[in-house]
Each structure stands twice: as structure tokens, then as C-alpha cells.
């Protein structure tokens, strides 16, 4: 029988942080701990050995920080999805932290079924924000689209799914996931549908 188990490697400099995080995963039937790592550098180890599906992410870390660990974790598994999980919600590092390849980013206050939530979300392919990152995103002055991310938003608005754009923009489906991810991390949206919204509401698409 196939394993349907969603598989975490949980990625933090504090001890008791992944701790309770893993503690917290045993018991939902669909997720499981399958690694653990203090800095960036070790979770590039860890990922290339053991593969998970979702990587647990902090921003700020020894040796290596969560930035650069991400970008070489995608760049070797881009199949894997990484969720930020930091204590700071400032947009600079999270736009970062998405460039690099991240799915999405929520602080490590939030509540255990928001921690559920996010993890499942990445997991399945979307991206999530908690309100206080995408509110700190829409502070800062706002980044340019390439091209492409404006064919992807106005695609969004159309209403087609990422099929559709993987189809039409001859890119994967994982690559039109990731330009997804960076424009919500540019508008300060939490989805895409806030991310359409909130581009209609800027004048950035029609």
C-alpha cells in the first residue's frame, strides 16, 4: 500500500522549536517528521538524503540562513515545497526567501492549526501568508512585475488554472506555482485571489 503520508523536515537553530513542532505533527495522520536540522547548511544535507516533501523553514539561522538554504534546496529537489516559519515578518526577507523558491511564509506565533494549515497548503501546491507578513509586504514600496508574472496575473484573473498557464507560457506546473508565490510576495497577498485583487486595485491588470 502506498505511503500518502505528507513527509516534513523541520528546519530551526532552536531545539525546542522543532520539538514541539514535531511533537505537534505526530499525531495528525497525514503529516510525518521524517528530519531535523539546526542550520542551513545541514538542511541541505538533510533534504538531499532523505527527500521530503515539505521543508519547515526558519529565516534566521547560523552557518547558513534559511535564504540560501532555500535556493539551493530547490535548485537540487525543485520538486520539494519550503514554508518559512519566523518570528519576523519583515518583507524584505520574506520577498527573499520566495525569489529563492519558497512557497509561502507564516510567523512561529501562530496558532497550532494555522502551523496545520500552512504546511498542508504548501504541500499541496498553493502558497500561504500569514496576515502580519503579507501586511508588512504592503508597506514597503511596491517591487516590479517581470512580464512574465503580469501574463501570469492577468491568466489568474481569466480565471485559468495552472494547467492552463503551464500549457500556454510552455513552462512546469511547479514553475507557474513559483511565479504564483513571488507575485503574492510582491503585492503582499496572501493567495492569489488576493493577489488579483489587490493588483485590479493598484492598476496593475484590468
Partial sequence: MKNTKTRILI??????????LAD??????NLAVVG????????IAAATELKPDVVVMDLVMPVMDGVEATRRIKESLPDTKILILTTFGTSADVSRAIAAGASGAIMKDASMEDQLN??????????VFSPEIANAVRTEPPLEL????RGILESLARGLTNR????????????VKQHIAAICA????????????TAMRLGLIS
Avoid: C
Wanted: charged share 30%.
Fill in 146 to 149: 517581470t512580464e512574465r508574472q
Fill in 11 to 20: 528546519v530551526d537553530d532552536h531545539a525546542l522549536l522543532r520539538r514541539g
Fill in 118 to 127: 500552512a504546511i498542508r497548503t504548501v504541500a499541496a501546491g498553493d502558497t
Fill in 24 to 29: 505537534l505533527l505526530r499525531y495528525e495522520k
Fill in 36 to 43: 531535523e536540522a539546526s542550520d542551513g547548511e545541514s538542511a
Fill in 186 to 197: 510582491k503585492l503582499g497577498a496572501g493567495n492569489r485571489t488576493e493577489a488579483v485583487a
Fill in 164 to 175: 492552463d498557464m503551464s500549457v500556454m507560457f510552455d513552462i512546469s506546473p511547479d514553475a
